[in-house]
Every structure is written in structure tokens, then in C-alpha cells.
């Protein structure tokens, strides 16, 4: 369901409208609302500031919002905003705002996987791959948008981006495991869901064996 929380919206909008005074004027007390409203929001909905969310890696922040081991994905999808917002600030360094976007895709792709429903969920996605062009994506930040494409029904997109981690990290295992079972849910999909997918059977036959050739033998395994 798409977030119908009023608070939020204009949480978010307002942090928006003061990084972007920030932004154009630079000037202290910009600078001061826009640090406030975000360290605000951040403990208002994670119950800490900005100053420990910023340190925190994305499985904790998942831990923060998750209850009896379940994503919030409302909460998900917040959090993502805020990162979003926070890698924007002016004064931000361009690792620690690669960080903060990083970490906003995977609790992007979490609240999707988690059925968020939010309509702009994919361009705030390609808005932030398109910041982080010259960056590359950790593993686990793959293993998650496959995972949301896949659940999406979007397989074609899910399996060019496996080829995308393929090249980017080479054949490691985890991308073996992930392969394996994105093909393997494929290969028991009906014919009319892979259609829809936009990648019918005969193409995931020649995907996976694209795969598997492109992964190469596994070390000591003495096979493909």
C-alpha cells in the first residue's frame, strides 16, 4: 500500500525545500534548518540522530525497522528518503554521499520487495544509480534489486542486472547462488508470467546457459 501518512509527506517536502535554500543561499541558518529538520526526522521515526544513522550499515538500519524479523516497508521507504536527502546536502563529501545513496537503494529496494506500493518507487531507484554511475554497487546492494525486479515480474530487467553484477564483481559466489535461483525460479514460472516478464522461455534457456558460461568452471569443483 502506498504511504498515506501526511507527516511524512510533508516531512519529506519540507526537508527538500531546505536543502534546496541551502543549497542556493549557503548561508548559516539554511544550513542550520536543513540539519535540524533532518536530525528531527531521524529520530522521530528510527529513534536515533543523524549523527549515529550515517554510521550505521544498511542491514542495521533494516534491524532498526524490521519487527520479528519482518521490513516495515513504510519505515523502509523513509528511511531511503531521508538518505536520499541527506546524500544531497551541499556540505556532503562525495564518499560519504555515495555512501548515504548506497544505503538509500537498499532500503529503496527492501520497502519493494516488501510491497510499499509507492508509485515513484522505480525513479527514485534510477535516479540514484544514475548519481552513483561511477561507483560501483556492493554485492549485497545486487542480491537486493534482483530480488525486487524479480518479485516485480520484471525478469529481463532482473536478469541484465545480473549480468551487470557479473561484470562488475566477476563470478563470485554469491552471484553463482543468486543465478542459480533466479533461473531456477524461471524455469518453474508459467509461460504466460515469463511473457509478461518479458523474457519467454527460450530465452531464459539461452540466459542461463549465457550464465553459466560466462561464470566459468567453479574453483575446485572441476565443472561448470
Known amino acids: 500500500m502506498p504511504i498515506e501518512d501526511d507527516l ?8 527538500a525545500g531546505a536543502l534546496d535554500a541551502w543549497d542556493r543561499r549557503r548561508d548559516p541558518d539554511a544550513s542550520a534548518r536543513a540539519r535540524g529538520l533532518l536530525d528531527a526526522a531521524y529520530r522521530r521515526h528510527l529513534g536515533v540522530g543523524g549523527d549515529v544513522v550515517r554510521r550505521l550499515p544498511s542491514d542495521e538500519l533494516l534491524a532498526i525497522i524490521s519487527t520479528t524479523g519482518r521490513v516495515d516497508g513504510e519505515r523502509a521507504f523513509l528511511t531511503a528518503a531521508l538518505l536520499e536527502l541527506d546524500a544531497a546536502a551541499p556540505d556532503r563529501g562525495e564518499a560519504e554521499a555515495a555512501g548515504l545513496r548506497v544505503r538509500a537503494i537498499d532500503l529503496y529496494a527492501e520497502a519493494g520487495s516488501a510491497r510499499v506500493g509507492e508509485a515513484d518507487l522505480t525513479e527514485r531507484l534510477r535516479r540514484l544509480r544514475i548519481r ?3 561507483h560501483r554497487l556492493p554485492e549485497p546492494t545486487y542480491r537486493r ?4 525486479w524479480h518479485d516485480e515480474g520484471a525478469f529481463a530487467v532482473a536478469e541484465d542486472l545480473l549480468f551487470e553484477w557479473l561484470e562488475e564483481h566477476g563470478a563470485t559466489g554469491a552471484l553463482r547462488a543468486a543465478g542459480d535461483d533466479f533461473y531456477e525460479a524461471l524455469e518453474g514460472a508459467s509461460d504466460e508470467a515469463l511473457d509478461a516478464g518479458d523474457l ?4 531464459v534457456r539461452e ?8 561464470c566459468g568452471p567453479v574453483p575446485g569443483g572441476g565443472g561448470a
Not at 534489486?145 to 525486487?148: F, I, N, S, V
Not at 519467454?200 to 530465452?203: H, N
Open 8 to 15: 511524512v509527506r510533508r516531512t519529506l517536502a519540507d526537508l
Open 200 to 203: 519467454p522461455r527460450d530465452e
Open 145 to 148: 534489486l534482483l530480488r525486487w
Open 207 to 214: 540466459g542461463r546457459a549465457t550464465f553459466l558460461r560466462s
Open 132 to 134: 552513483l554511475h561511477e
